[in-house]
T-cell receptor, first 118, second 111 residues
Framework: GAVVSQHPSRVICKSGTSVKIECRSL??????MFWYRQFPKQSLMLMAT?????????EQGVEKDKFLINHASLTLSTLTVTSAHPEDSSFYIC??????????????FGSGTRLTVV | TQLLEQSPQFLSIQEGENLTVYCNSS?????LQWYRQEPGEGPVLLVT?????EVKKLKRLTFQFGDARKDSSLHITAAQPGDTGLYLC???????????FGAGTTVTVRA
């Protein structure tokens, strides 16, 4: 089945630094990937849609200059949290869908990245 | 405001009992997906329902999609401790591929 690999699984960084999170589709090509944020005891909130070869589209309220998304290839999307602050601490998850499956297939999610900003 | 209202938020039952989780919306979806998420992990797809009125069964789990494609339910028969986890419903938009998630239901099955 479709596999999405997300790295790193955990990262601790200092305030003011930037952190890059990678999301790879291992056995399929994904022109579109999605980035979510999840706070403790809460559901997933869509942050942005990553589009291969073009700009990402961000959901309302998500700062595009703070959460930089690059989708340079059909198997890799990256999310960079710039100038991180403690309030950016969260669980970040990416997802993609194998296009060969069509809408009857659900999405495959990465294992998530726990970001802690100290 | 959640596009999808999921209930109940918490469910604690004894092993062997049945349970149902509901997911309701005023919006129509092209598909409704159910996921299960373990702590510290990403959600794992359980099922996708696409056709209004569709019923899918996976062993002890039964999923229904409403006729109008606005609501769905997940029913677990004879729950086991291994069914413990966070269950999430997600609706896929008609015109885009975005998923809107319900708030989630934390299920605890006591041995």
């Amino acid at each position: 089945g479709a596999v999405v690999s997300q790295h790193p699984s955990r990262v601790i960084c200092k305030s003011g630094t930037s952190v890059k999170i990678e999301c790879r589709s291992l056995d399929f090509q994904a022109t579109t990937m999605f980035w979510y944020r999840q706070f403790p005891k809460q559901s997933l909130m869509l942050m942005a849609t990553s589009n291969e070869g073009s700009k990402a589209t961000y959901e309302q309220g998500v700062e595009k200059d703070k959460f930089l998304i690059n989708h340079a290839s059909l198997t890799l999307s990256t999310l960079t949290v710039t100038s991180a602050h403690p309030e950016d601490s969260s669980f970040y998850i990416c997802s993609a869908r194998d296009p060969q499956g069509g809408r009857s297939y659900g999405y495959t999610f990465g294992s998530g990245t726990r970001l802690t900003v100290v | 405001t959640q596009l999808l209202e999921q209930s109940p938020q918490f469910l604690s039952i004894q092993e062997g009992e049945n349970l149902t989780v509901y997911c309701n919306s005023s919006s129509v979806f092209s598909s409704l997906q159910w996921y299960r998420q373990e702590p510290g992990e990403g959600p794992v797809l359980l099922v996708t329902v696409v056709t209004g009125g569709e019923v899918k069964k996976l062993k002890r789990l039964t999923f229904q999609f409403g006729d109008a494609r606005k609501d769905s339910s997940l029913h677990i028969t004879a729950a086991q401790p291994g069914d413990t986890g966070l269950y999430l419903c997600a609706g896929e938009g008609l015109r885009d591929y975005k998923l809107s998630f319900g708030a989630g239901t934390t299920v605890t099955v006591r041995a």
